[in-house]
């Protein structure tokens, strides 16, 4: 099923869709001051009693009717502009596609899958020797760029529209957030963005190779963000599937988007997401590398590895996750543990070292994927490749050794500009939640935390969302900057499109009820404005104001008395 | 369509859908040391390595195939000996039923529906004279009821299927709990239950009219409960649906359940879910009594009320929903608010206080309510008529001055040795959540919290489990005793079959995620158990330690790598 390979009339049809933009919303364009360029795009509600709320849009430009799409050639690349404007990249040949890239042994598929994404070729672009092209390094130069200026506006959402819902003093003081150490300004402006990333606080992923991207920011000043998961694998699903999941998981709110894709086609199905996304992609190349030593762990060689990043990041990959803080020395001590190593990149690696008994290679080289990093502004998603998989194995050794390590790396990427998140856990009972955050923040030193989760009970397998959810919300309130997403089929099987949808809307309320405990400027106004509609009987409003119009009303029904309680 | 007569074949018929036992799963009996006769049930569920995992089970009778159950005549009856042995009531002929108690007008339609539920009438108990029959009243006195060893067995779930996953002393001081002012012990006895009782801290609701009950405990010291709402409608459903969501509800383990009926038809709906229910059901007796005054708030007087809290007393309520601390003072606090008084109870009231200019009759008529509690023992669930319905409203003045009266009135209900919870919230954003906690403990005395939700966001309609569920799980692990569910269809309809399940089962995880930090005595035993079989892939113990067996078997596919991520 894997070998299947797909047809472009499928492909347009299927991601035809999810083209319709949401109820009573329109897509519109913010410019830029310091860049006045920038298109920056939102979401216009508009309400029956005549507002107009705007709300933070990640759906690219798959909700603009007035977009022309085709999917074969890719989205239009505004961003291109952006980085030719530097001077400091320059277009290359670039890395010849190789068989094992897709997972293929004759050259005829090849052909045909390479014939298929003609369209979506570009020459890749890479810095000029002696330049880093991160934003990290732009701004500790003190350069705004257009990505940062982009962000900057993006996290506004418009203010103007919320006032009315600000306005009472007594409510403001006191719903006022607690920002557990956070310290958001009233309005973002271009140069915070640029203090924060120089920081370090915020990372901006943004492959120069990614020219469609709408850039956004992920740190604990920011809006909390989400990431969806998704990917073929080795037994399911097909090119075509996980681009529609891409738009889809994009319609419902997510931030960026993981490819995990296992199996064949690879290579293409990466060609087709990142062409297609308009928002930042990030990879686990040891998936790609594994797949290419034909799922043998102990035959990996950073050679092999080393080409995958490049492969990637010519690609336009914004973010990898590279499990460099797995030593050998940590892996006896998951022995006791109740469910061992449960990150696959984690058990590779583990295994890797185990039968060399040697040290991580990801680790020994990583100066060396720092440079690679900075050439394209691939940012890192240190990955933690010994988080828990059950509650019993929460906050053990480890796991916070494997996080102290990534502390290290993180100064290390730094050192290169290279810009930098962690990822964090997995399984943690509530009452350990605060420690991940603290321990994150200190070893760390404030880069962003990017959970998964975490799932805050383990008895509830078809509902880890909610299981999950909750300790989300918890992080997110905490300072953790990412959530990925859990869906309903975790530990089961592999998502689906409902699933992708659960798992969206399980953590975009996640990431909003933490906006929302921070004290996020503006958070509230939405909450109020959907009230305020709920209060008055505008069902429509309602509806249209909440997450998922859709459902909101195909379950509103005649049954609610009309003048249920409202007094006063 | 609630005028229909149900037929007596489809009430059979359709509760005998859901007697099935969970997979793998028989009801055990624990006796009792002190009360021999007493038969604990729990859930035993078979693991395929030959383990057996016993987990507390809510379910009745429903779900052992060797009860025999006639829903026209009712459970059986085992507490009538119990209360009969304490030889401090009497049987007596009680109040004769009224055409206005079913809503009807004519009595050949009551006659019908009379004829139908023959098999469910019993004769009222009542005190005798100068006797006091709570448990409250029997804990101050020193003694241990049967129905307070039962509670003690019951929490224990059997520690000895434990003792495996507790074995480790390194995991175990890891992960000890952060019980938040909890003080729970090793082991629960029977004396420590009493304890709890005579302190106000935890209540037994067991009305003597309901001696098919199995009795449990809501505590901060105890196990985390969660209540479903059922009920019919003006507008749609039946008795018979009724009667089956109850059995539905606490299949899937409801502790308590409330019917909020409204319309027609509520006595005899009444009679069917009390009679045919092992769980606590509560009411809300105002809207009963809204329903005699042809929906007219004014019109409601002490003498009607009196004489439904009578009525549904010797039905055999245990627990009634009394919103006695909304004071007419109170009332002008909700003018500024985003969404006014959106608890029915709370608007019925404002608007009785507001016509009348009078004060709450429930109040002026306190101390008379707590005579009628004690001469039944039903429980106290001081209604929080006045809670946020928005997240812009919450812990404001209206809500927290009537937070303060309930403590007022607690210490009133106490006088008269009347088990008094306190319900509470709402729509809160998290960071609030805990203010809610800390002021209902400082002024209510640690009488038992009894929360909805709350919600922490306002933008998810459809999604409303999910948002309460996160603030169910904080408010649970700070001390709230029991979590009333929120299904999907809050706001938008009332919740139909699956709805209810929905809700039961986000509220379950967050009981059992605020157990697990609470640092419940084994609550996290099951988490382990079902991580062991995880990583054994023993899928089939996966499904069924798992709150919800069928689902996370359908979930299940193929797609999974076999030798997926499992190292060291």
């Given at each position: 099923m894997n070998d299947r390979i797909p047809q472009e009339a499928q492909l347009a049809q299927s991601i035809a869709l999810s083209r319709e933009p949401l109820p009573a919303s329109r897509k519109t364009h913010v410019a830029g001051s310091l860049h006045p360029e920038l298109r920056v795009p939102m979401r216009a509600i508009s309400l029956t009693n005549g507002e107009t709320v705007t709300v933070y849009d990640a759906s690219g430009p798959y909700t603009d009717p007035a977009a022309q799409i085709d999917v074969r050639r890719g989205l239009p690349a505004p961003r291109a502009a952006w980085v030719e404007a530097r001077q400091d990249t320059e277009a290359y040949e670039g890395r010849r596609i190789q068989l094992i890239d897709d997972g293929l042994r004759d050259q005829e598929q090849q052909l045909k899958l390479r014939e298929l994404s003609a369209g979506l070729q570009r020459t890749p672009r890479r810095a000029k020797a002696g330049h880093n092209v991160t934003q990290l390094h732009y701004a500790r130069r003190g350069i705004i760029t257009p990505e940062m200026e982009f962000v900057a506006i993006r996290e506004n959402q418009r203010l103007d529209w919320m006032r009315e819902y600000e306005a009472d003093a007594e409510r403001e003081a006191r719903l006022r957030g607690k920002p557990m150490g956070a310290h958001i300004p009233a309005q973002i402006t271009p140069e915070f963005v640029r203090e924060e990333v120089?920081?370090?606080?915020?990372?901006?992923?943004?492959?120069?190779?990614?020219?469609?991207?709408?850039?956004?920011?992920?740190?604990?000043?920011?809006?909390?963000?989400?990431?969806?998961?998704?990917?073929?694998?080795?037994?399911?699903?097909?090119?075509?599937?996980?681009?529609?999941?891409?738009?889809?998981?994009?319609?419902?709110?997510?931030?960026?988007?993981?490819?995990?894709?296992?199996?064949?086609?690879?290579?293409?199905?990466?060609?087709?997401?990142i062409r297609n996304s308009a928002v930042p992609i990030g990879t686990v190349p040891i998936y790609q590398a594994l797949e290419k030593v034909g799922g043998v762990a102990e035959d990996l060689t950073w050679a092999l590895f080393r080409d995958t990043l490049i492969e990637q990041a010519e690609q336009g990959v914004d973010y990898f996750t590279i499990h460099a803080g797995l030593r050998l020395p940590f892996v006896p001590l998951t022995v006791k543990r109740r469910t061992g190593i449960v990150s696959r990149g984690g058990s590779i690696l583990a295994k890797w070292c185990i039968a060399h008994h040697q040290e991580n290679f990801l680790y020994t080289h990583f100066e060396e994927i720092c440079e690679i990093m900075k050439a394209y502004d691939v940012s890192f998603s240190l990955g933690?490749?010994?988080?828990?998989?059950?509650?019993?194995?929460?906050?053990?050794?480890?796991?916070?050794?494997?996080?102290?390590?990534?502390?290290?790396?993180?100064?290390?990427?730094?050192?290169?500009?290279v810009q930098t998140m962690i990822e964090g856990p997995g399984h943690v009972p509530m009452h350990l939640i605060q420690a991940n955050m603290d321990e994150q923040l200190k070893h760390c030193d404030e880069a962003p935390f990017y959970t998964l989760g975490p799932l805050t009970t383990d008895i509830a397998p078809g509902y880890d969302h909610i299981t999950s959810g909750i300790g989300a919300a918890m992080i997110g309130w905490s300072g953790c900057a990412m959530l990925c997403y859990v869906t309903p089929k975790e530990h089961l099987g592999l998502p689906d499109r409902d699933d992708v949808k659960a798992g969206l809307m399980a953590y975009k309320i996640a990431?909003?009820?933490?906006?929302?405990?921070?004290?996020?400027?503006?958070?509230?106004?939405?909450?109020?404005?959907?009230?305020?509609a709920r209060f008055e009987f505008r069902w429509t409003d309602q509806f249209n104001l909440g997450l998922d119009p859709e459902t909101a009303r195909e379950f509103h029904d005649e049954t609610l008395p009309k003048d249920s309680a409202k007094v006063a």
């Open positions: 120089a920081r370090g606080r915020a990372i901006i992923p943004a492959n120069i190779n990614h020219p469609e991207l709408e850039p956004m920011a992920i740190g604990r000043n920011f809006l909390v963000k989400v990431n969806a998961n998704i990917g073929n694998s080795a037994v399911t699903s097909s090119i075509e599937e996980e681009v529609e999941k891409m738009v889809w998981a994009t319609r419902w709110g997510a931030d960026t988007v993981m490819d995990l894709s296992t199996g064949r086609n690879i290579h293409t199905t990466r060609d087709w997401i933690d490749g010994l988080r828990p998989g059950s509650l019993a194995d929460a906050n053990d050794e480890a796991q916070f050794a494997e996080l102290r390590t990534l502390g290290e790396l993180t100064k290390i990427a730094w050192k290169h500009d990431a909003h009820a933490a906006d929302v405990a921070k004290g996020h400027p503006g958070a509230r106004a939405r909450d109020d404005a959907l009230s305020k």
